[in-house]
């Protein structure tokens, strides 16, 4: 069982920048995918980006497609979301998830995917 913990959180005013980080112990960190999500306050969890396994193809949702950017260091197993020209509506609980299904390729932004969770990191992003 993978266990992550993600971290870089905080409170920045609309327009910054803030990098978070997932860190994953257990496995090889190169067969999942690994997958940001995020919680609004009184919201359903959604998702993000995405790198996915076996060559780190990334993904975005359109609300955040050219503003936000996944990567990933296999060696450190480490997977990580820049986020820049943050929003208000930005504002949540980030969750990074993982799982070595291969129907990731196609599904990657169903929650159910995931078998691995990390605790989450708030996101807070004044107007």
């Known amino acids: 069982q993978v266990q992550l913990a993600e971290s870089g959180g905080g409170l920045v005013q609309a327009g910054g920048s803030l990098r978070l980080s997932c860190a994953a112990s257990?496995?090889?960190?190169?067969?999942?995918?690994v997958t940001w999500f995020r919680q609004a306050a009184g919201n359903e969890r959604e998702f993000v980006a995405t790198?996915?396994?076996?060559?780190?193809?990334?993904r975005y949702a359109d609300l955040v497609k050219g503003r936000f950017a996944v990567s990933r260091d296999d060696a450190k197993n480490t997977v990580y979301l820049e986020m820049n020209s943050l929003k208000p509506e930005d504002t949540a609980v980030y969750y990074c998830?993982?799982?070595?299904?291969?129907?990731?390729?196609?599904?990657?932004?169903?929650?159910?995917?995931?078998?691995?969770w990390g605790q989450g990191t708030q996101v807070t992003v004044s107007s």
């Open positions: 998830a993982v799982t070595d299904s291969p129907a990731a390729g196609v599904i990657y932004g169903s929650t159910l995917l995931y078998k691995s």
């Open positions: 257990g496995g090889t960190f190169s067969m999942y995918t």
């Open positions: 790198t996915l396994q076996n060559g780190g193809t990334t």
